[in-house]
């Protein structure tokens, strides 16, 4: 039997197509809000890191009334990073709201959440988003949306599905592109009409899939999740068992019980069979896990969660600025940090590596891990980051790695540049396509290694109208050595207060990335040369005095402004013999090895083993 008083749904696009927006708007106008309440734009996105990116890194709950149906509303991520929870989050639910932007059409995350609510065999309304934009070729994405729905093998009632065209930011939606919506009422009705209610057994013993995690310091961890069987009350004994593991039984007792109300966590008594919950309690519970009735222990089944692709280690800082700017700095005090990160985030590993002051870390890819990185940073941590190596595999004697596939977007006239520098790294074209008169579409696959250090290059390359999105593609057999970074670093000499006038004769020999009065330490990197190999600058060199020269004529000297790097941009630059030195105030790129001297003797070797 159904439960007709409520829907459980999802909103899956792409990175970037408006999903938040348009979950704002469906709370703001169901009445979820009163009507003098101050919201903040893109409320699901609580994250200060989310707000400041304008992505969604965790899948979030919220619900809201229409015509007296309760419905539940997950605002997924769109990042491929992040793909993980929006596998997790289809388990809760029985409809999808399909966003695709106007404009740019299904992209590659499009096509995987597609593929994956297509599978669960999920109800689909579609929606085309951004209507408003001047570039915006509704017509052809109809098609563009159609055809992909036939790739990937949907059923009649599922090529049926039906479709909207709203703007999210205006807060308007109809059925038909030629005529402007005033509201969101079309969606509404059209999620009741078309989305059924869960199927629900009551009668059975209590069941729950836990699809998603979280911790507070006040309760510990809670398990998310929707009830598939049963009901269940605050102060039930249950089991704790796994679909993957046999020896997972755990005893537990169900301390609270929380239901959504718009944004909000509702405490409840009980609830039933097709209600989304959050259960506290029960300690050791993690994803894919379910509660279930003493009497009844029948584990349900839960897809595997992808295993992560890329690990950078994580080190104590050693170096001579160390401790100065932190509030964290040991290796105990990292330790348990990454060790709470695993207790919310199931797509991460942390080991710990040969030394007692490093950890290797695991994640889905570098967005995944530089965003945990900001995070810590921001917590007040200091530590230091090695550059980000993929995961390799091997299977029946062979050795395999991970791949990309890549959709890119870019004006016509950098096509070929862009296929060159991906072609050396070992890309294969795919697809191409035009996007409209000037714009060409590129698809190609390519070793995740090869993007490495690409992305600001794609930036420069493309004069920063460029468009690039990444999927993981699964393992294939390895392509042998790529070609690393082909520019050089600039090497501080010496440890000091970087000078006007050192750093002018610093500029002539390539790009900086400090200004004057920076402090610097021997074997810190300060910019980087258009040479392969490094060079040794002393940017803390002062002018010697004369009787005919004063101090003061260092004013004259005119400095090009620095390349001021962000996290992601510094872990691209890095080459494998550097680390980048985190701190919440600074970010500076380093040689592992400082001193000049030794790194020197080290390069002579590795030229005499060729």
Same mark, same amino acid.
């Given at each position: 039997m159904r439960?007709? +008083?409520?829907?459980?749904?999802?909103?899956?696009?792409?990175?970037?197509?408006?999903?938040? %927006?348009?979950?704002?708007?469906?709370?703001?106008?169901?009445?979820?809000?009163?009507?003098?309440?101050? *919201?903040?734009?893109?409320?699901?996105d609580s994250g200060d890191i989310e707000r400041e990116r304008g992505i969604t890194i965790l899948a979030k709950n919220a619900s809201f009334n229409y015509n007296g149906v309760k419905v539940n509303i997950v605002d997924t991520p769109g990042h491929a990073d992040f793909g993980g929870e929006v596998e997790r989050v289809l388990k809760m639910v029985d409809g999808v709201l399909l966003l695709v932007d106007a404009a740019e059409g299904p992209m590659p995350q499009t096509r995987f959440v597609l593929e994956k609510a297509l599978a669960q065999n999920l109800s689909i309304v579609?929606?085309?988003?951004?209507?408003?934009?001047?570039?915006?070729?509704?017509?052809?994405?109809?098609?563009?949306? &159609?055809?992909l729905l036939m790739d990937l093998g949907a059923s009649d009632e599922q090529l049926d599905s039906p479709m909207l065209f709203c703007s999210g930011r205006e807060g308007i939606a109809n059925y038909s592109p030629e005529v402007r919506g005033t509201d969101f009422k079309p969606i509404f009705d059209t999620v009741l009409e078309y989305i059924p209610g869960p199927e629900v057994a009551p009668e059975e013993p209590f069941a729950m899939l836990v699809s998603n995690v979280d911790y507070n310091s006040f309760v510990g961890r809670t398990a998310i999740g929707r009830i598939e069987k049963g009901s269940v009350k605050v102060g039930q004994e249950? *089991?704790?068992?796994?679909?993957?593991?046999?020896? #997972?039984r755990r005893r537990g007792k169900i301390t609270a019980l929380y239901s959504f109300e718009g944004t909000n966590k509702a405490t409840?008594? %009980?609830?039933?069979? =097709? +209600?989304? #919950?959050?259960?506290?309690? &029960?300690?050791?519970?993690?994803? =894919?896990?379910?509660?279930?009735?003493?009497?009844?222990?029948?584990?349900?089944p839960f897809v595997a969660i992808d295993e992560p %692709?890329?690990?950078?280690?994580?080190? *104590?800082?050693?170096?001579?600025?160390?401790?100065?700017?932190?509030?964290?700095v040991t290796s105990r005090q990292i330790r348990e940090r990454l060790q709470k990160e695993l207790l919310k985030d199931v797509a991460l590993k942390v080991e710990d590596s040969t030394s007692s002051e490093s950890f290797k870390v695991m994640g889905r890819g570098e967005m995944h891990l530089s965003i945990l990185i900001e995070n810590m940073r921001r917590e007040g941590y200091e530590f230091q980051v090695s550059p980000p190596r993929v995961l390799l595999k091997e299977e029946n004697g062979k050795k395999l790695e991970p791949f990309e596939h890549v959709v890119i977007d870019v004006p016509t006239e950098f096509q070929g540049s862009v296929i060159e520098k991906l072609s050396s790294r070992k890309a294969e074209l795919i697809n191409m396509a035009p996007q409209g008169e000037s714009r060409m579409r590129i698809e190609m696959k390519i070793p995740s290694r090869g993007l490495f250090g690409y992305r600001s290059e794609f930036l420069t390359d493309t004069k920063g109208s460029g468009v690039m999105n990444t999927i993981f593609d699964g393992y294939r057999d390895y392509v042998g050595e790529l070609p690393t970074r082909n520019t050089g670093s600039l090497v501080a000499f010496e440890t000091g207060t970087s000078i006007t006038y050192g750093l002018y004769n610093a500029?002539?020999?390539? #790009? &900086?990335?400090?200004?004057?009065?920076?402090?610097?330490?021997?074997?810190? #990197?300060v910019g980087y040369s258009p040479k392969s190999d490094d060079l040794t600058v002393n940017v803390c060199k002062t002018k010697h005095l004369t009787n005919t020269r004063a101090s003061g004529s260092d004013d004259a000297l005119r400095l090009i402004p620095p390349k001021k790097m962000s996290l992601e941009e510094c872990l691209e630059f890095l080459a494998?013999?550097?680390? *980048?030195?985190? %701190?919440?105030?600074? &970010?500076?790129?380093?040689?592992?090895?400082l001193d000049h001297s030794e790194r020197a003797r080290i390069l002579s070797r590795a030229k005499k083993g060729k």
């Open positions: 439960r007709e +008083d409520l829907r459980n749904i999802a909103i899956i696009a792409h990175v970037d197509h408006g999903k938040t %927006t348009l979950v704002d708007g469906m709370l703001k106008q169901s009445g979820t809000f009163r009507e003098n309440q101050i *919201v903040n734009e893109r409320v699901m579609i929606i085309v988003n951004k209507i408003d934009r001047p570039d915006a070729r509704i017509k052809e994405i109809i098609d563009e949306i &159609l055809l249950v *089991v704790v068992c796994d679909w993957h593991d046999e020896t #997972v409840v008594d %009980t609830a039933s069979s =097709g +209600d989304i #919950v959050i259960v506290s309690g &029960l300690e050791d519970v993690t994803i =894919g896990n379910t509660i279930c009735a003493p009497d009844c222990v029948q584990p349900l %692709t890329v690990e950078m280690t994580f080190a *104590v800082n050693d170096s001579p600025f160390a401790g100065k700017e932190g509030k964290f500029q002539e020999r390539g #790009v &900086l990335f400090i200004e004057a009065g920076v402090p610097v330490y021997a074997g810190m #990197v494998p013999d550097e680390l *980048v030195e985190v %701190t919440p105030k600074t &970010l500076r790129i380093r040689k592992a090895i």
